[in-house]
Structure formats: C-alpha cells, structure tokens
C-alpha cells in the first residue's frame, strides 16, 4: 500500500506541475502537450490496475519512461519560449501614449522632423499643432506678437486664393488627364513622404503651426516686429524703438529688417541684428495711430514708461523710454511731493546732457493727445513700464556717453 500511494503522490505532482506550466507558455501547441498529460493520466490509472495484479516493476519502468519523455519536452519548450522573447523586441510605438507624447515633448524641431519621416503614425504625431505650439513658445515667442499673427493669416489666405485661382484654371485639364495622372500622383506622393519635411514643407497644410514655424525658420516669412535702437544704434535712435518688417537668418542666427517709407526718406534696411535687440510689439497698435494711454492717472515720480515720439506728421511713432520726473517746485521729498496729484506730468530722458532741449517735456494728465511742433517732433501716448525685465533691457541699450 505504501509504493501505491508513493506512485499516486508522483502522478499528481507531475499532473499538476503540468498544468501550472502551461499557463506560462505561448497557445502554440499547447493542446499536444496537453493531450500528452492526460495520456499520462489515463496511463496511470491503468498502472493502479497493474499494480493490484503485483506488476508493480513493470509500472515503475512506465513511469520512468514517461517523467524522462516530459523532462525533455519542457526543457526543449523553455528554449522556444526565451528565443521568442529574445526575438520579440518592443518599438517605440509599443510605448504608451502618454510615455510617447513626453518623448516627442522633449525633442527639439529638427529631430521632430526626422521622426516625421519614421513612419505615417508618427509623422501625424509629429507634426500636429501641439508639439509645435510649444515650439513656437519656445524659440519666437519673444519677437512674434499679435500683429505678426495677423500677418500670417493674411499669408495664408493669400496662399490660398493663389491655389485656389490655379486650381479653376487647371480643372479642365486635369478633369481631363486625371486617368493618366492618377498613377504618377501617387508615385510622387510615396517620394515625399521619403523627404525631409522640414526642408520640403509643401506636403504640409498651409495653415499648420508646424509650417509657420518653418516659414519663420527659413526666412521665407516676413513678420512685424520691434528693434531697439534702429539703424545700428544711429545716434538720433538711442534709446528708441521701431516698428519694422523682420525676416530671420538662421545661418548666423540674427535677423534683418525692413523700416517703411516715410516723408521724402526711403525704406531703409538693416542686417545682422541680434536677438537682444528685437521684441514683440506690447502693445497691439499701429506705429500710425496715437496710442490711448490708460496709466496716465497712475503715475508718479521714479516710474519707468515709454512714449511715442515722431519727428513729423509724415513719419510713424516710435517708442522712447524716459522716467517721470518731479515738477520744479517740488524739492523731492518722498514726504512731502504732490507730484502725482498734479495735472502735469513731467517726463525726463537723462540719456541726454541737461538743458537739451530732448532732456525733458510736460504732458496735461487729464487731457493728454498728440502734443508737440516742427521744431521740438510730437509726443504721443503713454504706456508704463511694469516689467523689471523690460527695465533691464531699456537700461542695457544705454549709450555710452551722454547725448546732447
């Protein structure tokens, strides 16, 4: 009875051990190897039969046959199971969705548009509006404003009024061959997908962020902007700034622009600007149009603003940076001023000598509009500077000497 319940014992662990191990393996074939077990199984209860009849050798004989058979066949199956991970090796869209996405975040734009090119999944990640609004954020957002957003849909409608005016010109004739065409097309567009997008971009919609990127990128893009201290930091510009049509150099990394006609004077041009000297508009107005103040009840000695100037009814504004002075007959005393509850104001420009006629000039707070003459230019509006950092950079444009 003892070896009975010792050959039991074994038949139920290898049973079992089995069953368990099936469940770690692929389905491939995994019902032959089943029905080996339940071989073994139907076996052994033919061995208990034996076993009563005393032919207990030839059972032991059986099941040793049997334990060598499926020693080998697991073994020969956990090779097949490791070479089929070892082959099965994860890409990079087997990633999760969101793991991609910090991924893609984090790649700067020409590795952006080499991954566009992988395959058609990432190429419609690549180049969606998401990844290159950030982009966009990143490198233009201190040069690229309202007004320069304004300019590109204009580029944009009238890129598509010209497609369009092509289109109805054509129709006819591509109606007519489009049979012929059609398998040439296709061709054409298998070869660029092959492209770099970021050198051929006319795959791309025309409205896209990524596009507008590029057009800004290679210089094809004209946008409006402001430079500080125009013409090379002519010296009747210090301290200035002017609106300006700007197109980017990315081979030496500084931009070149365009200031418009005015009067009898030219468009003049100016290259190899640096960074440091452009800036978006801050405020959203026509260098033609006086700009209506809204800080001119809220000013007080020490306050950094700018102003526009312009020599003549003919020229546009420019934006010049002064502080608000204390009136004469205030000591400036922190105590006792009443500078601010003055309707004049007082705005100094000390980057000029004393007793220049460009030092210093009073504005009506209450009533203030364009105020000036031939001689002496015209004053405009107002704004007040709030940004530490646009201090910086308005003090860091200072001329060396003083000016007369």
């Given at each position: 009875?003892l ?17 368990f191990?099936l469940?770690s ?19 052994l ?6 076993f ?25 199956r956990?090779?097949n199971?490791?070479?089929?991970h ?13 793991t ?5 975040e ?11 090119n ?41 890129k598509?009024?010209v ?24 061709m054409?567009v ?33 946008f ?6 125009r013409e ?10 002017y ?5 980017y ?11 418009p ?8 041009r ?10 978006a508009?801050?405020?959203?107005n ?29 020229f ?15 000591n400036?005393?922190e ?8 309707d ?9 000598t004393?007793?220049s006629?460009?030092?210093q ?11 000036g003459n031939e001689?002496?230019?015209?004053y405009g ?24």
């Amino acid at each position: 009875m003892l070896l009975y319940f010792i050959i039991t014992c074994i038949s139920c662990f290898l049973y079992i051990n089995s069953i368990f191990y099936l469940k770690s393996l692929s389905c491939e074939n995994d019902m032959k190897f089943l029905h080996q077990v339940l071989s073994l199984k139907t076996s052994l209860k033919t061995f208990s039969k034996l076993f009563k009849n005393h032919l207990w050798i030839g059972l032991l004989c059986e099941i040793y046959t049997r334990m060598s058979f499926m020693r080998k066949n697991l073994s020969s199956r956990v090779e097949n199971v490791e070479e089929n991970h070892e082959e099965e090796e994860l890409s990079l869209m087997d990633l999760p969705e969101l793991t991609l996405e910090c991924i893609l975040e984090k790649l700067p734009p020409s590795s952006l548009c080499q991954m566009a090119n992988v395959c058609h999944s990432l190429r419609e990640r690549c180049v969606s509006d998401y990844f290159w609004e950030r982009q966009m954020k990143k490198k233009w957002n201190g040069v690229i404003g309202q007004a320069a957003y304004r300019e590109w849909k204009w580029y944009v409608a009238s890129k598509r009024d010209v497609k369009d005016l092509k289109h109805g010109k054509q129709k006819g004739l591509l109606m007519r061959y489009f049979s012929l065409l059609w398998p040439l097309q296709w061709m054409k567009v298998k070869v660029d997908d092959a492209n770099d997008i970021c050198k051929d971009s006319s795959s791309l919609p025309v409205d896209s962020v990524m596009n507008w990127y590029l057009a800004i990128e290679n210089g094809s893009f004209w946008f409006p902007a402001q430079v500080y201290n125009r013409e090379n930091g002519h010296i009747g510009f210090m301290l200035s700034c002017y609106d300006a049509d700007l197109s980017y150099d990315s081979r030496t990394d500084t931009f070149q622009a365009r200031y418009p006609a005015h009067g009898r004077r030219g468009e003049a041009r100016e290259c190899g600007i640096p960074w440091k000297r452009i800036r978006a508009p801050p405020v959203d107005n026509s260098p033609h149009d006086l700009y209506i103040s809204d800080c001119l009840s809220d000013l007080h000695p020490g306050d950094h603003i700018e102003i526009q100037w312009r020599r003549n009814k003919e020229f546009p504004y420019g934006w010049w940076y002064g502080i608000v002075g204390h009136l004469e007959s205030c000591n400036g005393n922190e105590n006792s001023c009443r500078c601010h509850i003055s309707d004049t104001v007082v705005l100094e420009f000390n980057h000029y000598t004393p007793g220049s006629r460009w030092r210093q000039t009073n504005i009506n707070r209450k009533d203030h509009r364009e105020e000036g003459n031939e001689a002496d230019g015209f004053y405009g509006g107002i704004r007040k500077i709030e940004s530490e950092n646009e201090i910086s950079i308005w003090k860091s444009m200072w001329p060396s000497e003083i000016l007369d």
